[in-house]
């Protein structure tokens, strides 16, 4: 054989065997892909033939429908409109599943209003046998009808364009139909031109589509998958995957997911992720920079106007994103090393054993149609309530389980207490049938920072984010406190239920259940949202009740609807005083409170520039009703309670000792100081000053506690006091604002004092009336240790345990220090 045969032979020989390692290699990739894709079927994560036909059946019905309504109301015109309906969501990137829903928008003609679309559109959909639960939301960021149709959900939004003649050919990736268009309809639009910007922007789409099925199924296993909680939505995961998709064009399925984590892991925030450069857009790369906790992980859209999908994302949400991101790359490097699989990265995660603390928040309501709205409100909302846990210093991670548990209950008695009732936070006393369940998880730090003057092994105080979380979610147009219900309550993790929080499963969604209704027709009113008031919620003051203190049990307050029997030192003349009020206390909340209860003919608000925050009103109220039925439901549901806006304080609802012509002059003095000063804030030093003398000369009675005190007799007192108060105030209005250097300047250093040292202690019992508690105390702490815990809600205890005998001389007082003063003021001008 010749040198030129063998050297042919041999480079014959080495390209076959570079072919055989080829496609050896691209045998091994496609069995890494296809075994990616089993798993992907195996979990429900793509979708049937006989699902994906019913639902392009339901969406040509739709748009059907929606085609004839346009063109109905627009045949009159000169050019008649046909609309048209775009998808978007995992619908239009074609990764949808069997459970997935349809997202869709309504693309109409200016002729065709929102308020059309919400209520004649809505009417026409509700007349078609196919439709049912049937739910128009306008309170929505993005406004939405949510329906069934043949078993395929359906969310439809609305997008009114400038323009005579909408077809369904529109284009609507053309800018220039942005213009003048409100933003309901831009982000209604947004959908469906960031989908088919990403879909245009990724060189191959079927790795793309397999590698963002698994992203979505890990994300949702490993419980940071949601966009309404504060994690990440599937449009910054698609967005994400899109970007790995660029930087690899040729990529099969694995290597992308290979990529997607180690480059996630790796990025640099303080840059925005994006697929292409960002046109003129509201989204500022510079606010990143000085606002580091607003865009933590800013993940831009690519189509115009460019939005940050991540602006829900909080600090913990981010750290827990990151850390299982990172667990991630770690399982992939031992994937690709043969020392694991990809069921392991998916594992589901144990969410009940992570923790020792958790918040247990529970949504209840009368219906299932309720149900519906009211907790996706509620749901909506626990981010907030995520971000004022994170500010306490105690807390160094909060952590949000992404699985709502549905639940139907039996009508329980509203008598019933609840479970473990010593460890309830905040509550509304209305055991109903329907309810849906959410978990917090806490994890405190392990260097606590104490308050002043407390134990570093002092617990953790949580209840003014749950207080601000209650009202936040009770401020809600929807919201009835007669038919809906919340409650949170700390949990330990063996006391969360056991098919609770154990890994993701695959829930039917809640409106699949809900019969056709006609729910939220009263939505549709042009009018602004009604002004809520704050219910009172019952909570459980522990320090006191652990102390003997004569505080009443919430859960032994008898129902709203209990009978009751007429007591027998009811006055004639049917006024109820109420007391313990807070500074944050305002006539109109305490209205809106009390008129759940019948009809008032008389609301006197007694003010009282008095305590830390001066100018502000704090003390008592008469309420008289139409009927006494109404009076006695007050007391029995409102007296002993603790107010969400009332810290631990409890309120004191009883039969007023006075008559109703002594309740009346209360009234034209309440009234007319009420006008004399605003609750705002003095701005200047003369109104300070001025502010400062009055709270001085109106100092408050003070009662000296005693064994034989009583709560009838203490309010007997107050109520005496109050009188003289205010013919005080009468006899004191000629004194100058000039006495505030002597006298006013002095009550503002005592008063700074007081609130530094100890604003918190009960004078009787030596122990801090703090609000109810996450944990519990490791050891006993003495008086002086609980002299300077801060408390921002102000103890009426302790007001009243001064000496009154302080207010006898105020006079003369008054008097000698204008006197000096005025000296002074000759002596000054003299020299």
């Not at 050896?24 to 892909?33: D, G, Y």
């Not at 570093?456 to 979380?469: A, N, Y």
């Not at 005080?728 to 000039?738: M, R």
């Amino acid at each position: 054989m010749t040198p030129t045969s063998s050297a042919s032979t041999s480079g014959a020989m080495q390209t076959q065997s570079q072919a055989e390692v080829a496609l050896s290699q691209h045998q091994a990739a496609e069995r890494r892909v296809w075994l990616i894709e089993q798993l992907l079927v195996k979990n429900g994560q793509t979708e049937s033939t006989q699902v994906a036909v019913k639902r392009d059946n339901a969406i040509q019905s739709i748009r059907s429908l929606f085609s004839s309504f346009v063109h109905k109301h627009t045949s009159s015109l000169p050019h008649p409109s046909t609309g048209s309906l775009r998808t978007f969501g995992s619908v239009c990137i074609g990764i949808s599943s069997d459970e997935s829903d349809v997202d869709a928008v309504c693309i109409a003609p200016k002729a065709i209003s929102r308020k059309m679309f919400f209520t004649l559109f809505a009417d026409e959909l509700r007349a078609s046998t196919e439709v049912s639960s049937l739910v128009p939301i306008l309170e929505a960021f993005v406004p939405v009808i949510t329906l069934v149709y043949d078993d395929i959900e359906i969310d439809l939004v609305f997008a009114q364009l400038h323009m005579d003649t909408v077809l369904e050919d529109v284009d609507i990736s053309d800018d220039n139909l942005l213009k003048n268009l409100d933003d309901r309809c831009v982000r209604s639009l947004n959908g469906p031109r960031v989908a088919n910007e990403i879909l245009r922007l990724v060189p191959n789409h079927t790795a793309f589509r397999t590698a963002l099925r698994f992203v979505k199924y890990w994300a949702k296993q490993r419980g940071v998958y949601s966009n309404i909680l504060g994690y990440l939505g599937g449009v910054a995961w698609a967005i994400s995957v899109a970007k790995i998709c660029q930087m690899h064009p040729n990529a099969t399925a694995d290597v992308l997911l290979s990529e997607f984590f180690s480059t996630l892991m790796k990025w640099d925030w303080t840059y925005p992720l994006i697929l292409k450069p960002i046109q003129e857009d509201p989204w500022n790369p510079v606010l990143s920079q000085i606002y580091p906790d607003t865009f933590m992980m800013p993940i831009i859209t690519p189509a115009y106007p460019s939005m940050c999908t991540t602006h829900n994302l909080s600090k913990s949400n981010f750290k827990l994103i990151m850390h299982e991101i990172t667990r991630g790359a770690t399982i992939v490097e031992r994937i690709s090393a043969g020392t694991a699989s990809w069921e392991q990265l998916v594992e589901p995660l144990s969410f009940r054993t992570l923790y020792e603390d958790y918040l247990q928040i529970v949504a209840t309501s009368d219906s299932i149609e309720h149900q519906f709205v009211w907790s996706g409100w509620v749901e909506s909302r626990i981010r907030q309530l995520s971000k004022r846990l994170e500010t306490l210093p105690n807390i160094s991670l909060v952590h949000i389980c992404t699985q709502v548990y549905e639940k139907v209950m039996p009508q329980l008695p509203i008598t019933e207490s609840p479970a473990n009732h010593s460890d309830q936070l905040v509550t509304h006393p209305s055991p109903l049938a329907h309810s849906s369940v959410f978990y917090i998880g806490l994890q405190l730090s392990e260097n606590r920072i104490p308050a002043r003057g407390v134990h570093p092994s002092s617990v953790v105080d949580v209840s003014r984010p749950i207080q601000e979380f209650i009202e936040l979610v009770q401020s809600g147009s929807m919201f009835s406190p007669d038919i809906m219900g919340i409650s949170v309550r700390h949990l330990n993790g063996a006391d969360i239920p056991s098919d609770h929080c154990t890994g993701y499963k695959h829930y039917k969604k809640r409106r699949r259940t809900i019969s056709g209704t006609k729910l939220h027709a009263e939505y549709l009113q042009d009018a602004e949202p009604e002004v809520t008031d704050e219910t009172v919620t019952v909570g459980h003051d522990t320090e006191a009740l652990d102390s003997n203190q004569d505080v009443p049990i919430a859960n032994e307050q008898p129902s709203l609807e209990a009978p009751l029997g007429q007591p027998a030192n009811m006055p004639s003349n049917g006024v109820l005083f109420i007391g313990g009020l807070d500074l944050a206390v305002t006539e109109f909340r305490l209205k809106k409170i009390f008129e759940k209860f019948g009809q008032i003919t008389k609301l006197d608000f007694l003010w009282h520039k008095t305590g830390p925050k001066l100018g502000h009103p704090k003390g008592s109220a008469f309420v008289k009703f139409e009927n006494e039925a109404s009076s006695l439901r007050a007391i029995a549901t409102l007296n002993g309670t603790v107010p969400a806006w009332n810290g631990t304080r409890r309120l004191t609802v009883t039969w007023s000792k006075l008559t109703s012509q002594q309740a009346s002059q209360h009234s034209g003095t309440a009234d007319a100081n009420s006008t004399q000063h605003p609750t705002k804030r003095p701005k200047t030093k003369r109104e300070f000053e001025a502010r400062a003398l009055e709270a001085t000369i109106n100092k408050k009675v003070q009662l000296v506690p005693g064994s034989n005190s009583t709560p009838e007799t203490r309010i007997a007192a107050i109520e005496r006091k109050l009188k003289e108060m205010e013919s005080k105030k009468a006899a004191a209005a000629d004194v100058g604002g000039s006495l505030t250097n002597d006298v006013g300047g002095g009550a503002s250093k005592n008063s700074s004092k007081s609130r530094v040292s100890a604003p918190c202690l009960n004078q009787r019992s030596k122990s801090p009336a703090t609000a109810t508690e996450i944990s519990r105390s490791r050891s006993a702490h003495s008086a002086n240790s609980t002299a300077g815990t801060r408390n921002y809600a102000p103890q009426q205890d302790d007001e009243m345990s001064r000496d009154p005998s302080l207010d006898g001389d105020m006079t003369a007082i008054r008097g000698r220090t204008e006197k000096n003063r005025r000296a002074g003021l000759s002596n000054q001008r003299g020299q």
